[in-house]
């Protein structure tokens, strides 16, 4: 009788300890699932305050401001434009 319950006490201790454990485990997986979480919200924020930036930085007149300033770069007119002609191919003839 007595072995038997020598071997229900150490049952007892046994799963005692293991719940104890196991609820250790629980909360410290949650707290980094919360952190990590919390890391996920803030990268979605800086991904759409990068978004933002790049389409302020895309506009039509940025790219215009800046090719000017930058690169020296001017508007095409048809003062500026030169034009190249390809001659024409009488139809019976192939071309070269």
């Keep these: 009788m ?23 485990e629980s909360r ?15 990268l979605e924020t800086d991904r759409e305050r990068l978004q933002v930036e790049k389409r302020a930085q895309a506009t039509p007149l940025r790219v215009e401001q800046i090719s000017k300033e930058r690169l020296q770069m001017r508007t095409a007119t048809p003062a500026i434009t030169e034009y190249v002609r390809y001659k024409q191919v009488p139809a019976g003839e192939a071309a070269p």
């Design 2 to 24: 007595t072995r038997l319950n020598l071997v229900l006490l150490m049952a007892v201790l046994f799963s005692a300890l293991y719940l104890v454990r196991t609820q250790y």
């Design 28 to 42: 410290r997986l949650y707290v980094e699932l919360e952190k990590t979480a919390a890391l996920s919200r803030q």
